[in-house]
Structure formats: C-alpha cells, structure tokens
C-alpha cells in the first residue's frame, strides 16, 4: 500500500526555520517527481516544489523561491522541505504528493504555524 | 505563476449533472494536456478525480469525467449524490511547476 507520511510541523516565530520529511513507503520511491503543495486555513490548494526522481530538478513558486529547499534521500526513501525566514503567510498544512497519474498520491499533511 | 480560474461555487440537486470550468492560459492549461481534477473534503487530503484532462483512476465512478477546450478544462459530475458534496480544484502542468485552481464549492441540494 503506498503510504506518504509527512511530520516536522509545528509552531515557530516569524523569521524562524522549519525542516519538513515526507516518508515513502510502499512503492520504488526513486523514479517518482515529488511535489509540495500547501493549503492555508479556509483557502486553496497552492503548489510549493517539486523534485525530480534524481533530484536534479528542482522548482519553486515564487512565493517561497530564494527561502524554501527540496531535497531527497532515495536511500531513505524521503523528501524534504527546508523552509527559512517564514512569515506569517506560510502558515499552512503541507501536503507532500506522488506525480504519477496527476499526484495520485497524498499525505495526511503537516500543520506549520508562524506566530509570535 | 498565476492561479487558474475556477467558479467559486456550485449548486444543483442530486441525480442532475454539474459542469465545473477551468480556465487558464496558453502556457498552462492550453499548453499541455496534464490537467487533473481534486476532491478535497473537509479535513481530509485532496483526491484525484480525474487526470490527463480524461483519464479516471481506478475506483472513481465514471459518473465523474473531465474535457478541454483551448485554455479551459472542464469537469463534469452526473447523477450528483450527496457524497459528491466538496470543493474541486483543477491543477495543470505548467512547465516545471503546477498551477492549481482557486477551487470550486459544490452543494448538492
């Protein structure tokens, strides 16, 4: 069964860093391009990154380029989400997502709280 | 980066069919044939409906069906039940990114 579990949300100061893992499971993980995708309280689904297989490829919204890094450990079969210098506009539940099929596949989320 | 638009919401009684629009632009929706379908319902992860503008994982009624025109995509839902009550969005390959629509309420009544 093809699981995506994403944890390292949480509470954090205007300014501060998080680091999200999204954890694979279930599937050969490494051909996959993997995406972000947040959603704020109330509002839509905004896409953040993605990633190729390699991780040779990488993208970003302009909303968080220059301030959030994707990155994957195909060994350990997980994607990851470096964010810094958040504001309060980056709270939100992130979503990580399997691109096969659309992104046929989806995590729980994460809920990340910038706040003072 | 723009966000594809949607009709903010939708309404129609169960049994009848609702069509909800998408449109974007000529470097996303009207550049690829990658346009997919979300069901999100509350407090739960988006589903995919629909993807590849026509295409229907397995295990999603084919009462659910997706089309495009130009810069528009289209999803239409028949024989409306109240399980179908959600918000949809659209989401489109974009060229190395994806844009995803403002997201579309409907109310089966």
């Known amino acids: 069964e093809v699981q995506l579990v994403e944890s390292g949300g949480g509470l954090v100061q205007p300014g501060g860093s998080l680091r999200l893992s999204c954890a694979a499971s279930?599937?050969?993980?490494?051909?996959?391009?993997m995406h972000w995708v947040r959603q704020a309280p109330g509002r839509g689904l905004v896409w953040v990154s993605l990633?190729?297989?390699?991780?040779?490829?990488?993208n970003y919204a302009d909303s968080v380029k220059g301030r959030f890094t994707i990155s994957r450990d195909n060994a350990k079969n997980t994607v990851f989400l470096q964010m810094n210098s958040l504001g309060a506009e980056d709270t939100a539940v992130y979503y990580c997502?399997?691109?096969?099929?659309?992104?046929?596949?989806w995590g729980q989320g994460t809920l990340v709280t910038v706040s003072s | 980066q723009s966000a594809l638009t949607q009709p903010r919401s939708v309404s129609e009684s169960p049994g009848q069919s609702v069509a909800i629009s998408c449109t974007g632009t000529?470097?996303?929706?009207?550049?690829?044939?990658?346009v997919s379908w979300y069901q999100q319902h509350p407090g739960k992860a988006p589903k995919v409906m629909i993807y590849?503008?026509?295409k229907r994982p397995s295990g999603v009624p084919d009462r659910f069906s997706g089309s495009k025109s130009g810069n528009t995509a289209s999803l239409t839902i028949s024989g409306l039940q109240a399980e179908d009550e959600a918000d949809y969005y659209c989401?489109?390959?974009?060229?190395?990114?994806?844009?995803f629509g403002g997201g579309t309420k409907l109310t089966v009544l």
């Open positions: 000529s470097s996303d929706v009207g550049a690829y044939d990658y």
């Open positions: 997502a399997r691109d096969q099929n659309g992104l046929g596949y």
């Open positions: 279930g599937f050969t993980f490494s051909p996959f391009r």
């Open positions: 590849d503008v026509t």
């Open positions: 990633i190729s297989g390699d991780g040779k490829t990488t």
């Open positions: 989401c489109s390959w974009a060229g190395n990114s994806l844009a």
